[in-house]
């Protein structure tokens, strides 16, 4: 039943990685949008494989069709169906993982779950799963973009014990696209790509961390109490494959200061808007967004499938060892940049439509006026 | 819309820090459960305020009392009540915060989403809405014990600068009581009191982290793609109140490895049972458990309400100084040990009727037997 | 998992009739609406026990307490509940239904269902539990009635052979609440009182129709495919006890004329409405409300309890013969009428929100201008 | 939001009519099933236009795709994703469509609603949408069977003022497949052809009334309050195109029986089973099943979109008349029969898993073990 995410812009992805396709179904888009099968196709590019020497080289092309939900141009309001087939499978390199479960990865626990499991790739949890995810935040970006100018920038921020500066007021899409690791740091970007070389030349794998702000978003997004914004971006960032952290704000480093220290304090700007002079709380307070930037940190572990041999055991509980086949990502982080911003899409979207239906509609004119008073319109008083 | 949580062992919390009670409905909860309104109020004297030096003194007895859902001392199968009534309110505390806003606090946000608040108190922001999670808490620990003996501990593993030391193979709910820091390692207990003390003194506040443990979680709990295990495990952590991040496993400090050091290694035991020789993924591998110990870690903030002086503005936009009144937690790290409990409880509870609902009746003997075979009996083939 | 209804406008009820008491919580109510417990105490009286001669004697002032929610006076946007404390009790008269099934009642199957029930009354099967129902009713109706003008009357259109003469178009609150019956038609409001009077004396019991009109629901309320507006009202009528049967429009009957006679022709009226010549559809084409009166009939089949002497079983499979005792309506149809209407307004209210969520924000000014152009504005374009 | 159904076996429909196809992803589907394209195919003929001389004939043959989900012919427990292209499609007859609004249809609506709308065919609203549902009740129906027996089976019951004299416990599959109307009683055939041909030629259209029975449903699916058994299969009857009502059991007749003529006495059989004399309940008490075969009766309208003059408005509010081209079914009751057999499906497979979930597992033996005892097996106590 794990299949969807949102409440109220809800999508469901299906697919395996060899299977017939990959795709996603978005219910509950707003009509009238402009939307083209190649504002998806550049964010879905920004993902595939292939795409860089840092990359794995399978060569998918990823390309997408829209087979429902958009008319003339224009959504529907009804469902919006993207699809991407299959294509460069080589089932062959996974014969050996048929019997022998990688550590670290999804195979034993799928076998152990369902009994069964489509082996070659990673089936279900292989990160081509992700191709919907993507699709989705494709429209969900144009939403908050035309609705209320929220500008969403990810970029990896460390790999392995490298750290890049970056200035999350600043960064921009460009930024992040001018190189292959999607850094904006060059010096950061000149030794990651020499250690993910490394790393491939021994069989190995890195991990890392990719940021993401989210600017220009509304006070008021969020809901108490269970789905509190951070609570359901860190389920959306925790969601994708390789996970192990989520921060919002000052996160875990948060935690070494005091109340005081802490505490982000308030002020009136000249316009009478109420900001904080800091943003330690990462743009959310409560659970509801207060306008100032979304800042928040996805930890990304070094890659499960590797070429190096480990010890594992085969599928009827027999010891062995197993130097992994198949063509993989020595460093997840290039391509986690556009699953991370789809993913904050995707919840800020969603609760873009939820405050609206309790607390009436926002508009680009919110984002400034809410920042004016306190007291927002009520659909009802 | 966002006051529930779970999507089979279902809960639905309401109340305000000082309106007429606060509480919890459980839905979904299998019939036939032993349940008592004590082993509930076990649970909630474990968080209520005024329970140590360390703690607010605000004195709250927290009496819970069960409404619906329980006959002749069995569980119904249908909707259990659990209300608690508001006893000591001292609203004349909050007639400053009336007009000004709590840096860093909810008293902002609420207003600006929704153009009211109850100011009294936190309102619905208050922790005191963490009483319906911790009774619902109380009974999925109770199933989850009876069905598959599955044991949750967790524990204060970090104050401010201070770090205690804990094998979390091996701790237990009796080290955890043992002392009012909640932490099993005696010397970070010492010193963790005297830094609070000293904290309250000066009118400030201290941050931590709880860590939590649940073991012998049977196989196969946890869904692709989105309701990965860890996904929902982050969402309940980060809807806690001051949570700023979240780890699963090896966490951050995992994407400082390579690949090869990272991933937990597979072998067979003597019974036969795949196990791993190390356990950096904490327990899920691909979103779903894989028998071994589940570990999780929680950031929380340093509470935002403290006595000290701050900058802040008034509800009409008017630069101004706040020194709050009221009674408050110097840390909430004590209390928040039964809070982390209830929501991980509740997390792995929903996923096992999940499990059962897709994949058959798990019971305490597929705890063990599910290590000795990676093939899970499904309810079809 | 079932005591939940609505997916924005989001209701969840407990309590069983001999526990401490039955309420709701309502979840997702806009804020800053006035409501009183006055306002919800109204509807409760037109569904409480012992309110006329022609109803149950079983005495409950069923007085409402709201414990959240609501602040001097205004609803705070987070979780409403309304508590009804259980009173007139009287267990002793369930004695012998604790051993012996009640013929057509929900004894046997919920322990067919879970191994135990609360045999005092009819536990959580009792139409007691319809309280909260109508208590978040009510709230539904009051904001239906200031954002876009809604006005729903149900009303008894049939009881045993005989039936009511209304006009949809014309019959008030006023009318309904004129007579015990809750039917405008004077005459049938005579013949029933009678009728259900001899019933009762001969220990049997009867069954009817309530029609319910829904007025000035705005266009453009409900959804393709699954959540036709048609298909959530008939969920909601037959989630009532007792009922067998639901018609939207022309019903059963519609089936007898063809497509020439049954369709509804459109026109154009003077302000450039559009319009139609006539109402089969009941207001609804497509699962999308049209502008026009919402018309729909329940079928409450005679309450199941009755003095008569019927064969039975025991709960361990004797058989038996059973002749009720305990204090039960010989016809439910008058307390029907104001569940009816609440279960209308919890549909229409939570598809106002959904619309307003998808669609834009409606106001009382969008129930006629949705009249004169056929192009909503979108929140988007 | 409205495209998805189910809470557990969970399908969502996407496509329009004259789109690039339409199909459905299932999930929440147990693992190891067998399910091949050819048995979903099946139940797709029986749907399909052009099957024979009383429906449409537009040619498609429906062939589906299965995308995902199914391994080497075994489900996965991931989402299965069925995809049909559209195909014969003829925009060019909905020409004078795009601008006139069909009387009765959902053209209007969706224009109110969303502002735009597909016009080439019914788009969303089109019964096409139901291939979705119908290759989702496919599976659904295998589950069923292999788990406890459950046989479903539908017919044509009535067709204007034509009525079929059927047995609902001995009708088969193969009885009602034995004609072009589907509708076992063979003289009902026979005028019913004849009837659909006249309207045809006069270039109307016909209604009437399916019927469904299920049989061998074990005791204890359907959960109170909201979601009882009747209430869910309402919603999915209702959610077809063109139904104006429901029945379960007795009905809109049963409203004018007393207590005691339409009770359904038990009594003990010689196994000790609890059976009911007569089932006026139609399989369902107090929500739950009992036991006895499931029986509901869903009235279609007769087609809206004829051939026949009628007087209708431009998309702009211009008074005009419609004569509709197109190739329409004169009478949807035979293609409607797959469809009703699929939503009880879809809805009673969905009860399956969640009484599963939390009441523990259901198999075949359990259909009659249930019936000799009253105490259902608990998987806590």
């Avoid at 990810?154 to 460009?174: C, F, G, N, S």
């Avoid at 330690?280 to 190096?308: D, H, M, V, Y």
Wanted: proline content about 5%; overall charge neutral.
């Amino acid at each position: 039943m794990g299949n969807s995410f949102g409440h109220l812009f809800r999508v469901t992805t299906f697919g395996e990685s060899h299977g017939g396709g990959v795709g996603v179904i978005i219910d509950g888009c707003p009509p009238q949008l402009e939307i083209s099968a190649e504002e998806i196709q550049f964010e879905l590019d920004r993902r595939r494989p292939g795409q860089s020497k840092i990359t794995t080289p399978r060569r998918e092309s990823d390309t997408c069709e829209i087979l429902s939900g958009v008319f003339e141009g224009k959504t529907l309001g009804t469902p919006i169906m993207v699809l991407v087939r299959n294509k460069d499978a080589r089932s062959q390199d996974y014969n050996e993982m048929a019997v022998k479960y990688r550590p670290s990865h999804a195979d034993a626990t799928y076998d152990a779950k369902y009994g069964i499991r489509n082996w070659q790739g990673g089936g279900r949890s292989s990160a081509r799963e992700t191709i919907g995810r993507v699709a989705a935040g494709a429209i969900a970006k144009k939403i908050l973009k035309q609705v209320t100018g929220v500008d969403i920038v990810a970029y990896v921020k460390q790999v392995h014990d490298l750290e890049a500066q970056v200035d999350p007021d600043r960064v921009t899409l460009e930024d992040v696209e001018a190189n292959i690791v999607r850094s904006p740091d060059p010096d950061f970007v000149e030794r990651t790509i020499a250690a993910i070389e490394a790393a491939r030349k021994q069989g190995d794998s890195l991990g890392g961390v990719v940021e993401c702000v989210a600017r220009s978003v509304p006070k008021g997004l969020g809901e108490p109490v269970f789905d509190k914004l951070e609570a359901d971006l860190a389920k959306a960032i925790m969601s994708l494959p390789a996970t192990k952290g989520f921060e919002i704000g000052s996160g875990f480093a948060g935690t070494r200061l005091t109340g005081h220290e802490h505490n982000d304090e308030f002020y009136a700007d000249a316009e009478g808007n109420i900001r904080t002079h800091t943003n330690r709380s990462g743009g959310i307070q409560g659970g509801i967004s207060n306008g100032e930037a979304i800042i928040l940190r996805a930890a990304f572990k070094p890659t499960a499938t590797i070429r190096k041999e480990q010890r594992t055991v085969t599928r009827d509980g027999q010891n062995t060892v197993l130097a992994a086949k198949g063509r993989h990502d020595p460093c997840v982080l290039p391509r986690a940049v556009p699953m991370v911003e789809a993913m904050v899409a995707l919840v800020l979207c969603d609760h873009l439509l939820r405050h609206q239906a309790q607390c009436g509609t926002l508009t680009a004119a919110d984002v400034s006026s809410s920042l004016n008073s306190p007291l927002a319109a009520s659909p009802i008083a």
